[in-house]
Structure formats: C-alpha cells, structure tokens
C-alpha cells in the first residue's frame, strides 16, 4: 500500500512523499489516519528547526494528535475492530524508569513521544495517511463522533492534566490567559469543573470569540480593552485560580497581579528563561504550579468528547488535505486568522 507521509527535513523544509507502507506487527494494529492537529511544538519544529535544546536532527514525520479508523489488526490484537474509530495516543512510557516506578509517566526517562524531536532516533508522528501502532496506544469511540473532534482528544488531555493540579474549581474565579486551542479547551474545562466565572485574555479577537463560544463568561482584548481588567487587579488581586497558556512575560505579570493570595497559578505555556516578580509571589502566597501533556487524562479526553460531555468543535478553525501542508503551516502561525487547523487524510474520504 502506498501513503503520504508529511516529513519535515529541516526548517520551512516540510514535503509531502509518497511511501510503501507494510502491515502492522505483532501487537500493533493499522490506523488510516482522518484528521490530525497542527500544535504548537510541530509549528516551532517547522519554523525554527526545534524548540530551544530539542533541535529537529534528522527528517522526521510530524503530528501527535490524531484520529482515525482501524484498518487492518496485527496478530494477537483482539479488542479492536476493522473500521473502529480511535485516537491514538501519543504518549507510551517505559514502566520501568525511576519516574514511572513513582507513577509519573509523563515524566518518564524514555518516553516514546510520537512525533517529538527530543530523542534520537526521533520518535515518528502521525501525519499520515496509514500509520501502524502498538495497539496500547489507541482509544476507541463507541459513538459516531466526527474524526476533526475525535482529533482533539490530545489538547484536552492537556488541559485535563492542568486542571488536576486544582483539585477543586468549583465556585472559583479563574483566568485564563491566552486563548490558542489550550486556552480555549481550559475555559471549556474550567466551566465543566464548575468555575463561578472564567475570564479569558488573548491579544487577538479570533481566539477570544472562541474561547466565548467554549464558555468563558468575559473575554477581554489585552491590547484594545485592557481597562475591563481594571476591576479584577483592585487590591490584591481577585483570581483563585489561573491557568497561564501563553508563557508570555507580559500574561505572566497580570496573572501575579490579578491573582488573590493564597492563590494558583497553573503554567501550562512554556517559556525559557523570563524575569518574574518573586516579591508577588512570595508576599501573597501564590502557588505555582507547572503542567506537563497527561497520563490517564488521555482516556478521560476520549471519553469526554466520545459521551458528547465537551463539545471541542469551536476550536477547530480550519482543515486542509495533507497534500496542502505547507499551506496549512503557514495559515497555523497566524493567530488573527486560525485557532486549530487540521490535515485531512485518506481515512477523512
Ligand atoms: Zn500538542
Ligand atoms: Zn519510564
């Protein structure tokens, strides 16, 4: 069988190229792909080569997070069925590392991240029309759920993993800085847990009328509305809790200023070396938490779009055929005019 695989050889270098393609292995089970997300990872991997020390090193596929049918099942593989819809998880840790003898999978030594530069070999992605895999890493839809959404299952993963952190949003103020597709599915999972209201900044319009539709209560444009945040920075702050997505130094000082003490912050953006009021931090108490992709938040993502329990429709923007990649890329980075764009491949027909 022949596939296109969308490859990227160095910066700005991605092409699509056509492959033969073998039947899955023992234990692994064949997935025709139908839909997959540009992240923000594949976007620095295509802009700058890699993200700050992981620099891509050799040609390698892109794509971890995507969804597609079942095509054909290796041998031993029995709890799947041809046609089945799944998403395939991008994460598989060892069991045996130090850090996955404690329980922390997702801080596992040697993590087989799909799609990720991080190792060498690198571990090959998901932006293809056929892709074999062990079949521990697929999770199955019981109901008709659209492939786009079903797709969406990894950023939800994500944010799950970063609300996990608050144990209870219930009746909490939350802001959520930064409105991309993380943004946008943290206020959706905030409103889900119950958050008394959710207040969500962006630079940009685009993202915030999407962050509005997945359920925040006010929107604000940092940039030509910054006065509505007047009310929330009066005294010491009134947030309790934020979810920071953009790892931005100017998004990083609101939320110490807005947050109330005793307060949380949660950094789910990533950033490398930024200055930070320490004093803030200190003198109100505020806790600061990191967030790392997900571990049994994946199941629970599959399971939360699969029931229709989250609607994660908003936040895809836009979708082309893999054969327009370099398109699709390009239009990715441009926050005024997409959220989360999607390839379509084979398995979409
Ligand atoms: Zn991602
Ligand atoms: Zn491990």
Redesign the pocket.
Known sequence: MQARICRLHAAHDLRVEIEAVAGPGEAEVQIRIGAG?I????LHYFHDGGIGQIRVREPIIVG??AAGRVAALGVGVTDLAIGDLVAIN?SLPCRTCEYCARHQFNHCNQMRFMGSAYRFPHEQGMFRDVVNVPAVRVHRFANSVPVQLAACA??LA?CLHASSHVPDLKGARVLVTGAGPIGSLMTAVAARRGSAETIVTDLHDLPLSVAKKMGASKTVNVVTQSGRLDPYRAGKGCFDVVFECTGAPAAIRDALEMIRPGGTIVLVGVAGEIPLALNMIVSKEIRMIGTHRFHPEFAEAVHMIDSGELDVSPIVSHSFDVDDAVEAFELAGDRTKAVKVHLTFEGDR
């Not at 992240?39 to 594949?42: A, F, R, T």
């Open positions: 997300g992240c923000g990872s594949d971890h997070e991008p990894e950023p994500v």
